[in-house]
Nanobody
């Protein structure tokens, strides 16, 4: 069973930066496209970013474009999310996910494996 463990969350002031990490174990990292999602209290889980198996393709929703960057390091079996210019509305529990599917999915149900999440809180 593939395991995903997120880290790097925390409390940051608006305008600040954080880098999230997602370590993947018990699976072949290179066979999965990887994504990030977030969920704020009382809201549905929403798509944040996705990266293809070979890092050649990425996709972001408009509300993070230009501020967030997804990347992956195959040597470390780890995916990252660099978040800059953070806003209070970026607050939420951030999850990483892995998919064995062939596409770059924006839908949560396109992913096979999930981490437990790391909390990001942005103060105003």
């Amino acid at each position: 069973q593939v395991q995903l463990v997120e880290s790097g969350g925390g409390l940051v002031q608006a305008g600040g930066s954080l880098r999230l990490s997602c370590a993947v174990s018990r699976g072949t990292f290179s066979t999965y496209a990887m994504g990030w999602f977030r969920q704020a209290p009382g809201k549905e889980r929403e798509f944040v970013a996705v990266i293809s198996r070979t890092s050649t393709l990425t996709d972001y929703p408009d509300f993070v474009k230009g501020r967030f960057t997804i990347s992956r390091d195959s040597a470390k079996n780890t995916m990252y999310l660099q978040m800059n210019s953070l806003k209070p509305e970026d607050t939420g529990l951030y999850y990483c996910a892995a998919t064995a599917g062939l596409g770059l999915y924006r839908r949560a149900n396109g992913y096979n494996y999930w981490g437990q999440g790391t909390q990001v809180t942005v103060s105003s």
